[in-house]
């Protein structure tokens, strides 16, 4: 017998740890659940570097997890909601950690990814699974917990919040000068090839200036990885043209500086997805991971898409012959993302901006 899903849930358990873009993409199911039970208390188990970026989300209480406290820090989290018990826990992180975690939570029912979708056997850890949704999109998927529960407004809302302390800190970095922000390393997590070459970076910078008068601000975290592209772009580039914020910025100072920049180029990382959440137009580089399944959700037009290319290159395969979000492992595959690919993108982006902007700036007709 399946285990019945609350018709009123009263106390909503969402438990998704990581990563920065995948947290971006679950705020609009967070909002979809507020808007059908606008009185449900919903709590969101959620990592240290994530909770720094959504601290403030309205309606939602946090419940952090620093996964370098292990095992000490989920007795720690059991023991801080041991009187607690959610009508229903939301298990939207497929790793064998979240699963344990999850075991010294109380909820009545526990849903889960359906097995198709789910990794680390989740699903022996959950009493209701998702229906099927072959090749979903990441935000798609997340958006299915939603739907799995009754919810039937699944707009898209975000609303994250964004302090005036964190725009000062941006404001800081560029005064008042108009800018596209470039963030050019992923995670440098092992065989995690995303990157784009530090030459191509520099082409696109050296456009940006000459043709729309915009200065580029580089921006990522502090490892010697991300400094070390940093001064290579720079290298490459006219002083003038470059701003280095690398490692020089809070996550929400990120997040205003993604909010205030005309455009946002990144491979398939945080920014992109942060840049989605925020409505700045986004210019995904993709080449190892498949934009159809993880590109910015609302720019998905605008993608550099060489994932196709490099399946075929590196893999031997075609795409209906692999996994649905298979990565490609392989370190050159990047370099099949051609200049031009991502001028285009650009000078795409930027032209519908600027009608935008027209069309917002004419008069109402009587």
Not at 260 to 274: E, N, Y
Request: aromatic share 8%; hydrophobic share 45%; proline share 5%.
């Amino acid at each position: 017998m399946k285990h019945p899903l609350p018709a009123q849930p009263c106390h909503i358990a969402v438990l998704r740890l990581s990563a920065l873009g995948d947290v971006c993409n679950l705020v609009p199911t967070v909002r979809a659940l507020q808007r059908q039970w606008p009185d449900a208390r919903i709590t969101w188990i959620i990592g240290k570097a994530e909770h720094s970026l959504l601290a403030g989300l309205s309606g939602v209480e946090f419940v952090v997890y620093d996964k370098a406290s292990g095992l000490a820090g989920m007795r720690r989290l059991w023991r801080e909601l041991g009187d607690t018990r959610f009508d229903v826990l939301l298990h939207m992180q497929q790793a064998l950690r979240a699963s344990v975690l999850s075991l010294g939570f109380k909820a009545d029912v526990r849903v889960g990814y359906d097995k198709a979708r789910a990794k680390d056997a989740q699903h022996w850890f959950t009493h209701r699974q998702l229906a099927p949704h072959p090749r979903a999109h990441v935000l798609e998927s997340f958006l299915d917990f939603a739907r799995l529960l009754g919810v039937k407004d699944l707009s898209l809302t975000w609303d994250l919040p964004v302090p005036d302390a964190a725009f000062e800190e941006a404001a800081a970095l560029t005064g008042a000068a108009a800018y596209l922000l470039m963030s050019p390393c992923a995670n440098p997590r092992l065989r995690n090839f995303r990157n784009w070459s530090a030459e191509g970076y520099a082409a696109v910078i050296e456009h940006a200036w000459a043709q729309y008068g915009l200065k580029t601000v580089l921006t990522g975290g502090g490892s010697t990885q991300e400094r070390e592209m940093g001064e290579r772009i720079a290298v490459l580039s006219r002083p003038e043209a470059v701003i280095d914020a690398i490692g020089a910025t809070s996550l929400k100072g990120l997040l205003a500086l993604i909010g205030r920049a005309r455009v946002v180029i990144a491979p398939d990382s945080g920014p992109v997805h942060m840049a989605n959440a925020m409505g700045t137009p986004v210019v995904g580089l993709f080449a190892t991971t498949n934009p159809d399944r993880a590109a910015p959700y609302l720019w998905r037009d605008f993608v550099v898409n060489r994932y196709p290319d490099a399946v075929r290159t590196y893999m031997h395969r075609e795409l209906d012959g692999i996994t649905w979000g298979q990565r490609v492992r392989h370190p050159d595959a990047m370099s099949l993302i051609r200049i031009d690919d991502v001028v285009q993108q650009l000078d795409a982006l930027l032209m519908r901006s600027d009608d935008d902007r027209k069309e917002e700036e004419r008069p109402d007709e009587a």
